[in-house]
């Protein structure tokens, strides 16, 4: 028996990274997956976004475990987009018990070099995008009575300032305040809000932002290392989808506006 039989979870971002991570995890403990990914590069972040292979590649994961999986390409910062994706997905699967919003961009400049578009696909991307699917999503959830789960990728950045990165680490404090706002309002409908706060993971945003800084990958990997406690340098996206897979679960039906950190103790610094 998986620890998500029956349950349904909406994943944006789930083309690769993190996303697919949390969707082969939720699909390996029965959940059926709607995989929600851009699948196309924007003006900004300075590094490719997913493919429509890499999303195809993810449904093939999810299928081989014998999963219900529907892909959709959408645009996060997209009112009609996300209004239609979740539309799809109750007309497909019935019902969304599980909304992840993990998709997200990340980019690296001082803070007065950031431009005014930089500024804002960074918060239409990581803060109005986590808006808009909750926007969507939580009206099925409360209809339906029985309870939820809304998970939200922020960051270390969303609990500490991140020089070179002002304008991310405003958008993932951003969603802590949505997140704690919105745990208060849904608390009387047994749905839990909470956010997963990463350390640096070996994704292909990593590489992005090193990309972004003029910076060789190695050398941006040892900064980062210097901030961690634990003995290691990158954690792996299977750190995130365990660790979110804690808070899907009925074990933590009564955790919510919770902060969890997989931060290998950066924040103990
Ligand atoms: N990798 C890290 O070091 C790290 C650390 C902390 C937090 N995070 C956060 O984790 C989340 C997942 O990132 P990742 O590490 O898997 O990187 P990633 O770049 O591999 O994944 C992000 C996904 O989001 C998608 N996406 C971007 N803009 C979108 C849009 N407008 N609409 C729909 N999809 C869009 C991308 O195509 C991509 O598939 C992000 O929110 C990121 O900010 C990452």
Same mark, same amino acid.
């Given at each position: 028996?998986? =620890? ?9 971002? +789930? ?21 929600? #990914?851009?699948? !196309? ?21 999810? $299928? ?16 009609? #987009?996300? $209004? ?6 109750? +007309? ?69 300032? $991140? ?16 997140? =704690? ?5 849904? +608390? ?24 972004? +800084? ?7 990997? #040892?900064?980062? !290392? ?31 506006? !919770?902060?969890? =950190? ?6 103990? =610094?």
């Amino acid at each position: 028996m998986g =620890k998500l039989d029956g349950k349904v979870a909406f994943i944006t971002g +789930a083309a690769r990274g993190q996303g697919r991570a949390h969707a082969i995890t939720m699909a390996g403990e029965g959940a059926d997956i709607a995989a929600l #990914d851009i699948c !196309h590069n924007l003006t900004y972040p300075r590094y490719s976004l997913a493919t429509p292979d890499d999303l195809s590649e993810t449904v093939r994961l999810v $299928e081989a475990l014998g999963r219900g999986v529907l892909p959709i390409e959408a645009d996060v910062r997209s009112s009609g #987009d996300m $209004e239609g994706a979740v539309a799809r997905t109750i +007309a497909r699967f019935g019902h969304i018990d599980i909304l992840v919003c993990n998709a997200g961009i990340a980019d690296m400049a001082l803070t007065w070099d950031i431009t005014e578009e930089w500024w804002d696909i960074m918060l239409d991307v990581n803060v109005k995008g986590v808006w808009l699917a909750i926007k969507y999503t939580v009206p099925h959830m409360i209809a339906r009575n029985t309870g939820g789960r809304i998970l939200i990728t922020s960051s270390v950045a969303g609990m500490r300032g $991140e020089p070179g990165m002002a304008h991310y680490s405003a958008s993932k404090w951003a969603v802590v305040g949505l997140a =704690k706002s919105l745990a208060q309002e849904l +608390a009387p409908y047994s749905i839990t809000v909470n956010t997963l706060h990463p350390t640096a993971v070996n994704t292909d945003i990593i590489r992005g932002m090193a990309k972004a +800084a003029s910076m060789q990958t190695e050398d941006l990997i #040892d900064f980062i !290392h210097t901030g961690h406690a634990l003995p290691v340098k990158l954690i792996e996206a299977q750190d995130v989808a365990s660790a979110a897979l804690w808070l899907a679960s009925d074990d933590a039906r009564y955790v919510t506006g !919770h902060t969890l =950190k997989v931060d290998a103790g950066r924040m103990l =610094k």
